[in-house]
């Protein structure tokens, strides 16, 4: 069992970044595939980024690489997305999530992938 805590998030103007960390309980979080997701409201959750196991490979929402970016610290058990430049349509709750799946491009992107799932932190953006 992974449990998962995500912390970092609030209100920012526009322009303006967070960091945004997510928290495992277990050891065996070095085993697991890493992602980020966010849900604004009257959407459906939507894929963010995603780190592998070891913190060298990563994937992101197409609209969203080179403004956030996605790492871990395995000997922390912490993972955690640096947004820049942000703007009014980042506003949501961001959730982390593991998976013990395969780093998989396309199934990475998919929220049945991943076993573990965080509460969120919410993050708004005025403009």
């Known amino acids: 069992q992974v449990q998962l805590v995500e912390s970092g998030g609030g209100l920012v103007q526009a322009g303006g970044s967070l960091r945004l960390f997510c928290a495992a309980s277990?050891?065996?979080?070095?085993?697991?595939?890493m992602g980020w997701f966010r849900q604004a409201p009257g959407k459906e959750r939507e894929f963010v980024a995603a780190i592998n196991r070891s913190g060298t490979s990563a994937y992101y929402a197409d609209s969203l690489e080179g403004r956030f970016t996605v790492s871990r610290d395995n000997g922390k058990n912490a993972v955690s997305l640096q947004m820049n430049t942000l703007t009014p349509e980042d506003t949501a709750v961001y959730y982390c999530?593991?998976?013990?799946?395969?780093?998989?491009?396309?199934?990475?992107?998919?929220?049945?992938?991943?076993?573990?799932w965080g509460q969120g932190t919410q993050v708004t953006v005025s403009s």
């Open positions: 999530a593991a998976t013990d799946g395969p780093f998989n491009m396309v199934t990475m992107k998919q929220t049945p992938t991943y076993n573990y």
């Open positions: 277990s050891r065996t979080f070095s085993f697991a595939n």
